[in-house]
């Protein structure tokens, strides 16, 4: 399984998990079957609100997962509208978190929980 972290800069595993996917500087995409991972840069950093475009910010990576302190409404529609799954993050690590979501200790994303925009208003549940 490929899981996606939105991180602000690279430090692989002990890079911390950003607040928001849209506006993440990079991803680092952990593949649980191999343990390896490699760095993604965000495409589309720099998009307008409500329009992030999460196949365009991965680059057309396929991931399975993604574990981020927050995300919008539209980008989390069309992730799953993709199939892919998202999950709260916990403060910490990559590697923090990677192992909560091995526990199954983190919690899927709702739409209730999602950005209200750039300005970080309405239910913003990150850090």
Known sequence: MKV???VESDEGLEST??????????FVVVDTEDGGHKVLMNND???????????KALGGESVD????????????G??????????????GTVGE???QLGKG???????????????HGGGCSHH
Not at 105 to 119: D, Q, R
């Open 4 to 6: 996606c972290f939105p």
């Open 17 to 26: 998990v950003f607040g928001h996917f849209g506006s993440a500087g990079a």
């Open 45 to 55: 950093a720099h998009h307008a609100h409500g329009m992030c475009s999460p196949l």
């Open 65 to 76: 997962s993604i574990v981020v302190g927050g995300i919008g409404a539209g980008a989390l």
């Open 78 to 91: 069309k992730l799953a509208a993709m199939g892919i799954e998202v999950f709260r993050a916990e403060e």
């Open 97 to 99: 978190n990677l192992a």
């Open 105 to 119: 200790a983190l919690l899927k994303f709702s739409p209730e929980f999602t950005c209200g925009g750039h300005g």
